[in-house]
């Protein structure tokens, strides 16, 4: 997440370094707030990973045994194991 936030901030920064050149400093009216709603943003979603990725944590502690095997339509999507092809290399005659 580091480096997509760096990226993030970076060309919008770029974006309105573009801008001021190309339309000189009124632009910066809207850039300089867009810029830092944007890291404020992302910090907020860099702060919500903790407690997101501890609760996940928990979850997967409570279930910490597998599943029991099987159930209302085990196997109905398994595909069927093809039998053992009973020629040997010496008698495939399709080979040329």
Sequence with gaps: MGRATVMVI?????AV??????FGWPVLV???PALV?????LLFVRLSER???RLAEARAAR??????P????SGFFEVPVQPAD????AEDHTRA
């Design 17 to 22: 370094v573009v801008a001021v050149l190309a």
């Design 30 to 32: 809207i850039g300089v």
């Design 51 to 53: 407690p997101r990725a």
């Design 63 to 68: 279930h910490e045994e597998s599943p029991v």
């Design 70 to 73: 099987g159930g209302l339509m």
């Design 37 to 41: 709603g944007t890291a404020l943003v």
């Design 86 to 89: 009973p020629r040997t290399p």
């Design 10 to 14: 970076g060309l919008e920064a770029a």
